[in-house]
């Protein structure tokens, strides 16, 4: 059965993204960090993609494929 929550997309994969992950899995959002890194704190626990947040096309590639209209930045 397919989720009826959202893909929640994040830039950024530090700290406050690793907060996050737990409650939102917990609710069963899939939640996906933007990461600089497959070291970087939410990176480690989560599917993740890579990229880099300064770059407008890798940023606007990730935020097609989620299904939220919020996205936010550490």
Request: hydrophobic letters at 40%; a negative charge.
């Amino acid at each position: 059965m397919k989720s009826t929550w959202p893909r929640v997309g994040v830039i950024g994969a530090g700290q406050l993204a690793q907060m996050t992950l737990s409650p939102a899995t917990s609710l069963g959002i899939e939640f996906v960090p933007f990461a600089e890194s497959n070291s970087d704190p939410a990176a480690l626990f989560a599917p993740h993609e890579l990229g880099d947040y300064t770059n407008v096309n890798q940023v606007l590639a990730f935020a097609k494929t989620c299904r939220s209209e919020e996205h936010t930045s550490e």
